[in-house]
Nanobody
């Protein structure tokens, strides 16, 4: 059973919006900081947002003010609303569950989903 499944990736023009979802199963959702990462072609994985069960979400500087991530704990679902998209946002977006509850760094015990492709054309 795949514990994290992302959806919502698509093609969009510059300035457009997309909403991603991640449904978790097989884990106690509230025990994890839920994260969005992305990987652009030829680049390292980049933390986009880290959403604690209770607390303040940490956003990457490159998306702050444009992206919003929320979680619905009863539904075991994480969301990423992306606005004002640019070609620099083109990437595979991954959902991750962090049992270390670290909103800054990367925990070696994270569980990742398969990813969903977001493509922004100019």
């Amino acid at each position: 059973q795949v514990p994290l499944v992302e959806s919502g990736g698509d093609w969009v023009q510059t300035g457009g919006s997309l909403s991603l979802s991640c449904v978790a199963s097989g884990l106690t959702f509230m025990d994890y900081v839920m994260k969005w990462y992305r990987q652009r072609t030829g680049k390292e994985h980049e933390l986009v947002a880290a959403v604690p069960a209770n607390g303040i979400t940490n956003y990457a500087g490159s998306v702050k003010g444009r992206f919003t991530s929320d979680r619905d704990n009863p539904k075991n679902t994480l969301y990423l609303q992306m606005n004002d998209l640019t070609p620099e946002d083109t990437a595979v977006y991954y959902c991750a569950a962090d049992p270390c509850r670290d909103v800054i760094g990367r925990c070696p015990h994270e569980t990742w989903g398969q990813g969903t492709q977001v493509t922004v054309s100019s």
